[in-house]
């Protein structure tokens, strides 16, 4: 069983930056992918980024250049480091774990994952 939470988000200008955290319960974090995704009112949750456990990293177009996903595994952590912000990223952001071999292995999908944290809200204001 593997528990994730995450912290971080809040409330910033368009142009600035947060960085998220997601912290995971478990001895075998480092055998896990993870990732990013989001969910904006009204619409479906989608794919931010995403880290093997041999730190490949992938990212949707729409943060590529902005976002930076990456991993401390001696902290079970997992980052997002979020820069030049827009109000387009405003979404609850959640973090995920997919074990070996579970689901599509596609990590850009939601069936790849298996854990799933509860949220941390991200506003951006113009």
């Known amino acids: 069983q593997v528990q994730l939470v995450e912290s971080g988000g809040g409330l910033v200008l368009a142009g600035g930056s947060l960085r998220l955290s997601c912290a995971a319960s478990?001895?075998?974090?480092?055998?896990?992918?993870m990732g990013w995704f989001r969910q904006a009112p009204g619409k479906e949750r989608e794919f931010v980024a995403s880290i093997s456990w041999s730190d490949i990293t992938y990212y949707a177009d729409s943060v590529k250049g902005r976002f930076t996903i990456s991993r401390d595994n001696a902290k079970n952590t997992v980052y997002l480091q979020m820069y030049s912000l827009k109000p387009e990223d405003t979404a609850v952001h959640y973090c995920a774990a997919a074990p070996p071999g579970y689901g599509s292995g596609d990590l850009s999908r939601r069936d790849a994952y298996y854990y799933w944290g509860q949220g941390t809200q991200v506003t951006v204001s113009s």
């Open positions: 478990g001895r075998t974090f480092s055998n896990y992918a």
